[in-house]
């Protein structure tokens, strides 16, 4: 990791910790792929735009060996960072994005900021905007998207996502996975941005958003869900191909019965907690059954 991505890693860190002492704990504290309390780097964001559209917290189990080894990547030589496994991924924060390299031929892993800045961002700390997700339908239209979609599309590995049931003032978290427990990957948009007085710089990604699938929806009654590119499509996703012909038909929700889903305990609500056990299955208070779907 250069020096820049160190910088911007620690500044993160730190930027995190400041949420955890402003930001009520509980169920309104969560980063969820919709409701949330978390803020951008300037101000609220408003719980009804995360409501509507917003994807914000995965797990990554996976070390650097073994996303290597389960997205063929060519080359990690230049990645000298050690990646551990991180339980619960938040927005604003450095993670391994998988790229296509024309030059070489291969797919790569580098280090990004999950959070997409366009060129025009002169100061991350006062761009209002969330931009953690880029919506499917509007990648064509909107010029923020546009040009990242068609000429840098990456994926992010992972190995589970979450989203979260309401339930009166409380909301219930679910982790989502593949049936078979591999890793998969989110699609996703990346650009890379440099300050104006081009001392600071590192490259950003969003992850992009559907419709749900029957799974998602019908455990949490939400309206989106994190693009899922099936491993056939992995290849024709981070290549370039043809402008002028762009994989839209990728943009779709991904196959129900090939995942699974299972309630998960309150604790992942806050982004402090980082452990294996935050992924441990609860009962439901109800029924006293297993809270587990898509089995």
């Given at each position: 990791m250069d020096r820049f991505h160190t910088d911007w890693r620690d500044w993160t860190d730190a930027r995190m910790q400041n949420l955890a002492g402003t930001?009520?704990?509980g169920a309104d504290a969560q980063v969820g792929w919709h409701g949330s309390a978390f803020v951008g780097m300037a101000g609220r964001i408003s719980p009804a735009t995360y409501n509507r559209f917003m994807c914000g917290r995965y797990q990554r189990r996976s070390d650097k060996q073994r996303i290597a080894e389960a997205f063929a990547i060519g080359n990690l030589d230049g990645l000298v960072l050690e990646l551990t496994p991180d339980h619960n991924v938040a927005p604003q924060t450095i993670q391994p994005v998988i790229v296509w390299d024309e030059r070489f031929?291969?797919?790569?892993?580098?280090?990004?900021?999950?959070?997409?800045?366009?060129?025009?961002?002169t100061d991350p700390k006062q761009f209002k905007l969330s931009t953690i997700n880029?919506?499917?339908?509007?990648?064509?239209?909107?010029?923020?998207?546009?040009e990242s979609f068609l000429k840098r599309r990456c994926l992010v590995p992972v190995d589970t996502f979450l989203e979260w049931r309401k339930e009166g003032k409380r909301r219930l978290p679910y982790v989502f996975a593949m049936k078979d427990d591999q890793p998969f990957a989110l699609g996703g948009v990346w650009r890379h941005w440099r300050s104006p007085d081009r001392k600071n710089d590192m490259d950003t990604f969003a992850i992009i958003t559907v419709e749900p699938n029957e799974l998602v929806a019908e455990t949490t009654g939400h309206d989106r869900m994190p693009l899922i590119?099936?491993?056939k499509d992995w290849q024709r996703w981070l290549e370039l191909g043809n402008p002028?012909?762009?994989?839209?038909?990728l943009l779709r929700p991904f196959d129900a019965d090939q995942m699974k889903a299972w309630r998960v305990g309150e604790r992942i609500n806050n982004v402090k907690?980082?452990?294996?056990?935050?992924?441990?299955?609860?009962?439901?208070?109800e029924d006293g059954q297993l809270g587990m779907f898509g089995c």
């Amino acid at each position: 990791m250069d020096r820049f991505h160190t910088d911007w890693r620690d500044w993160t860190d730190a930027r995190m910790q400041n949420l955890a002492g402003t930001c009520p704990v509980g169920a309104d504290a969560q980063v969820g792929w919709h409701g949330s309390a978390f803020v951008g780097m300037a101000g609220r964001i408003s719980p009804a735009t995360y409501n509507r559209f917003m994807c914000g917290r995965y797990q990554r189990r996976s070390d650097k060996q073994r996303i290597a080894e389960a997205f063929a990547i060519g080359n990690l030589d230049g990645l000298v960072l050690e990646l551990t496994p991180d339980h619960n991924v938040a927005p604003q924060t450095i993670q391994p994005v998988i790229v296509w390299d024309e030059r070489f031929g291969t797919r790569t892993l580098h280090m990004m900021f999950w959070r997409f800045l366009p060129r025009y961002v002169t100061d991350p700390k006062q761009f209002k905007l969330s931009t953690i997700n880029a919506k499917s339908e509007t990648l064509l239209s909107n010029k923020m998207w546009q040009e990242s979609f068609l000429k840098r599309r990456c994926l992010v590995p992972v190995d589970t996502f979450l989203e979260w049931r309401k339930e009166g003032k409380r909301r219930l978290p679910y982790v989502f996975a593949m049936k078979d427990d591999q890793p998969f990957a989110l699609g996703g948009v990346w650009r890379h941005w440099r300050s104006p007085d081009r001392k600071n710089d590192m490259d950003t990604f969003a992850i992009i958003t559907v419709e749900p699938n029957e799974l998602v929806a019908e455990t949490t009654g939400h309206d989106r869900m994190p693009l899922i590119v099936a491993r056939k499509d992995w290849q024709r996703w981070l290549e370039l191909g043809n402008p002028e012909r762009p994989p839209v038909d990728l943009l779709r929700p991904f196959d129900a019965d090939q995942m699974k889903a299972w309630r998960v305990g309150e604790r992942i609500n806050n982004v402090k907690n980082n452990d294996a056990a935050l992924s441990e299955p609860v009962r439901g208070e109800e029924d006293g059954q297993l809270g587990m779907f898509g089995c």
